[in-house]
């Protein structure tokens, strides 16, 4: 059992509340997801040359000033800082790096030369973080409520096929800008793994969650839309799940033909929120004259910013 929540604000004098609306959303849901949490906001785009890559370090008191200055020593100082150094944004065991290196650069060095470190995601609009803990506390822990963005996207993690550790908490992604949210149970994940492989497509886990979230970026990476690559998930994936979605400009939410794990939308003329439960959703401002359904199963709901 495990808990989802996104949100997305439609109107824009609210995007600087995004993750104070979201945090509550995100601790409600700590009693179905108890073990570790995770976030991904999506913010303001960075020109086409630029690229941002969000870190996560083994200890809280990591040498970030290290990093920056063995990437310097390795990439150059980057323009986008005046020639000082690069921009990287440090909190606690996360950091986000902003630089013009493409992810084909960046992440066979930090593998290699900070094999410790986890790149958690790469883009252009999208920062993502998660470790262990009560949702209260990783959301305390990492400031959620102060985020500004378009949409936002989370997790609440009760583990019950793989560890409970950062890299295997929720959100997963995959390519650029993409992530997904899991609630449920994927029954044939080696098979596709077994599959991807094959195409070169490495995975970091053993989590059942990566496999979908690498299966549908590939899919778009093929050419699919969004749209197009989860209409493949319905006939490839097979399970029980409610997956929740976001890319650079989208929201979306599907759930399988049995649709047996919860999901509520409540949307308002302000923003697009969604909850495995209502509970969560209870103290958004206007949510009683929200638009209020449960998802139909095997439906696409696409919301874009």
Known sequence: MCGIVGLLIKNPAMRERLGELMTPMLVEMGSRG?????????????????????????????DWAGFEADFIERFGVTALNNGIGVPMTVKGNHAVLTCDQTAEQVKPWVKERFPKLHVLSAGRTMD???????????????????????????????ATESAVTPDRAHPFTAGED????????????????????????????????EAATRFLEWRMREGDD?????????EELDGFYT??????????????????????????????????????????PGVKNAKLFEPMPEELYVWKV
């Open 226 to 234: 969004l749209e197009s690559a989860l209409q493949k998930g319905f």
């Open 243 to 284: 997956f929740l979605i976001g890319t650079r400009d989208k929201l979306a939410l599907v759930r399988d033909a049995f649709a047996c794990k919860p999901a509520v939308v409540a949307e308002t003329d302000d923003y697009v929120a969604i909850a495995s439960e209502f509970r969560s959703l209870a103290k958004l």
């Open 128 to 158: 993502i973080f998660k470790d262990t803990g009560h949702p209260a506390e990783v959301a305390k822990r990492y400031e959620f409520a102060r985020f500004a963005g378009t949409h936002v996207v989370g997790h609440t993690r009760m």
């Open 34 to 62: 108890p073990e570790s949490a995770g976030l991904a906001v999506f913010r303001g785009e960075l020109p086409e040359s630029e690229r941002k890559y969000s870190l996560h370090a083994p200890v809280w008191d990591y």
């Open 178 to 209: 993409f992530c997904l949210v899991h609630n449920g149970t994927i029954s044939n994940p080696y098979m596709i793994r077994r599959k991807l492989e094959h195409f070169g497509i490495e995975f970091e886990t053993d989590n059942d969650t």
